[in-house]
């Protein structure tokens, strides 16, 4: 089932879903809109041949600040990790997607492209995979409306939410855009 604005509304006032910061202009009628955050890895594909996701190097991406007002420019076919200005906090009965905006997406900007689900119990900020499938440049602006959560309630509170120290969970309480951690995992 999955959440409408009233039940959002309930949640975030009761605490039992956190999203920080949020106004109640950004609930919709089953979503609630998720801004980008200033902060991008970009690929150091000058110094990088290949991409092992077995091998951790921590020089294969590079973060970029942009400065206030200003924007990142992201150019076709360029794929970098962006982050929701947002940190969510998801208790154990619910999960969360994430989906592009409709009109941004027109532009050919896609903002997940594999990992648009969290897991009961995660906090922190969500990461974006972001990809310009246009011919031209998009600017990306801090702060700009790119993308939803939408809320689905589980059918019975997870006995392990995301992050319990049983589960190999790799990205909770992150603060910006993480790399990927696929290494953690056994091959």
Known sequence: ???SDGTI???LADGSLVIDPVSDEQVQPASVDIRL???FLVFRNHTREVIDPFDKRDDMMEKVIVPQGEAFILHPGEFVLGTTLETVGLPDD???RVEGKSSLGRLGLLIHATAGFVDAGFRGRV??????VATLPIKLWPGMRVGQFSFHL???PVERGYGHPELNSKYMYQSGPVASQYERNTK
């Open 1 to 3: 089932m999955i959440l």
């Open 9 to 11: 509304r309930k949640r």
């Open 37 to 39: 955050g200033d902060e």
């Open 94 to 96: 619910l999960v969360a």
């Open 127 to 132: 990461t974006l995979e972001l990809s310009n």
């Open 154 to 156: 589980i059918d019975r």
